[in-house]
T-cell receptor, first 113, second 115 residues
Framework: AQSVTQPDIHITVSEGASLELRCNYS??????LFWYVQSPGQGLQLLLK??????LVQGIKGFEAEFKRSQSSFNLRKPSVHWSDAAEYFC???????????FGTGTRLKVLA | EPEVTQTPSHQVTQMGQEVILRCVPI?????FYWYRQILGQKVEFLVS????????KSEIFDDQFSVERPDGSNFTLKIRSTKLEDSAMYFC?????????????FGPGTRLTVL
């Protein structure tokens, strides 16, 4: 069965520091991968997605993610974090043959001034 | 920019009562979804809906749940007899195309509290 693992429940970084949020998936074929962000009281906003092609994808708000098939990973990165990036981040996988997304448990990011 | 809207933002109900959660998907979208997130847990798929019928549902989506598109704009989730464990944030989503390539756009959620 497909699954998504986000190993880090909480991450704290200082403003201006770099960020990497980890995501590992389990799926036999090529997955369709997504990163969503959820700010307090808000819905889920898509940051970026990977379907095929270039394994480094650029998203909104200065985020990027790299698909590594050999590691079954799709880690999210940002070179310099802003205080407004404090939120919860969810990795999700979509697969052919189903309508659903499967989400990870999320990583809550705290940004120190 | 078009967005998915959900009402109410917070619903409090007594155990055993029926609740209806409402969603207005983006107008040209054809596929509709409900997910839920129990506090502190992952977002879980409940059901997808296309062409006026359920296209997929999870094991969570039992006989207590139903979905409906009563008119051209609304998409509703009904829970017939709520249980304490139904307390969660419920997200509606919609997409133009079928997943996985069809990006799902999520609403802000309805927080359901069952007392």
């Amino acid at each position: 069965a497909q699954s998504v693992t986000q190993p880090d429940i909480h991450i704290t970084v200082s403003e201006g520091a770099s960020l990497e949020l980890r995501c590992n998936y389990s799926y036999g074929a090529t997955p369709y991968l997504f990163w969503y962000v959820q700010s307090p009281g808000q819905g889920l906003q898509l940051l970026l997605k990977y379907f095929s092609g270039d394994t480094l994808v650029q998203g909104i708000k200065g985020f990027e993610a790299e698909f590594k098939r050999s590691q079954s990973s799709f880690n999210l990165r940002k070179p310099s974090v802003h205080w407004s990036d404090a939120a919860e981040y969810f990795c999700a996988v979509g697969t052919s043959g189903t309508y659903k997304y499967i989400f990870g448990t999320g990583t809550r990011l705290k940004v120190l001034a | 920019e078009p967005e998915v809207t959900q009402t109410p933002s917070h619903q409090v109900t007594q155990m055993g009562q029926e609740v209806i959660l409402r969603c207005v998907p983006i107008s040209n979208h054809l596929y509709f979804y409900w997910y839920r997130q129990i506090l502190g847990q992952k977002v879980e798929f409940l059901v997808s809906f296309y062409n006026n019928e359920i296209s997929e549902k999870s094991e969570i989506f039992d006989d207590q749940f139903s979905v409906e598109r009563p008119d051209g704009s609304n998409f509703t989730l009904k829970i017939r007899s709520t249980k304490l464990e139904d307390s969660a944030m419920y997200f509606c989503a919609s997409s133009v195309n079928r997943t996985p390539t069809g990006e799902q756009f999520f609403g802000p959620g309805t927080r359901l509290t069952v007392l």
